[in-house]
């Protein structure tokens, strides 16, 4: 079974400050992760994703994430928010293999970007 | 062109009641979802469909019968509503059932029990 634990339940921040959204996962097989961000109101989208390889990861929106398999994280890093990266990020993770590839959630961190 | 669609945006309704929320995808995707996100943002998988077969079934109560027409569409029905109940539901797709496809997500049916 996997599991995925979201460090910071609310995160607020400065405009134009770096900001770190801190995802740690347990499995016992490998696994592909990811991060959701839902804007106020909306569903959710995509925003990365590690499946294999290069252990950084470039999203949209000068997000960017790092596999650390050692530690089992997969931290999510913006070096300058805007107040427009106000919104519920999501880290998820999903087994790479077996029938029920289902994805996993965190619980969610709220990012509140002030002027 | 809306990706994954939800009717209806807003539901309220008194407890007791049946109601029914509609999905649907023009993308072409094979897996469908319906999630329940509660209050405090906590997002849980209900049930999943691929090529109308139902494949995910959570602990879910029994008054919840989702129904797959084609592999486009998904609606879920709630009968007997109750307080709890109230929440954002989520459709979303997927292509294929292996675990490295993105889902994409309708823009959620807010629900109100009253």
């Known amino acids: 079974a996997q599991s995925v634990t979201q460090l910071d339940s609310q995160v607020p921040v400065f405009e134009e400050a770096p900001v770190e959204l801190r995802c740690n996962y347990s499995s016992s097989v490998s696994v592909y992760l990811f991060w959701y961000v839902q804007y106020p109101n909306q569903g959710l989208q995509l925003l990365l994703k590690?499946?294999?390889?290069s252990t950084l990861v470039k999203g949209i929106n000068g997000f960017e994430a790092e596999f650390n398999k050692s530690q089992t994280s997969f931290h999510l890093r913006k070096p300058s928010v805007h107040i427009s990266d106000t919104a519920e990020y999501f880290c998820?993770?999903?087994?790479?293999?077996?029938?029920?590839?289902?994805?996993?959630w965190g619980l969610g961190t709220s990012l509140a970007v002030n002027p | 062109d809306t990706a994954v669609s939800q009717t209806p945006k807003y539901l309220v309704t008194q407890m007791g009641n049946d109601k029914s929320i509609k999905c649907e995808q023009n993308l072409g995707h094979d897996t469908m979802y319906w999630y329940k996100q509660d209050s405090k943002k906590f997002l849980k998988i209900m049930f999943s469909y691929n090529n109308k077969e139902l494949i995910i079934n959570e602990t879910v109560p029994n008054r919840f019968s989702p129904k797959s027409p084609d592999k486009a569409h998904l609606n879920l029905h709630i009968n007997s509503l109750e307080l709890g109940d109230s929440a954002v539901y989520f459709c979303?797709?997927?292509?294929?059932?292996?675990?490295?496809?993105?889902?994409?997500f309708g823009p959620g049916t807010r629900l109100t029990v009253l």
């Open positions: 979303a797709s997927t292509r294929g059932l292996a675990g490295d496809n993105e889902q994409f």
């Open positions: 590690y499946l294999s390889g």
């Open positions: 998820a993770v999903s087994p790479n293999a077996g029938n029920n590839r289902k994805l996993i």
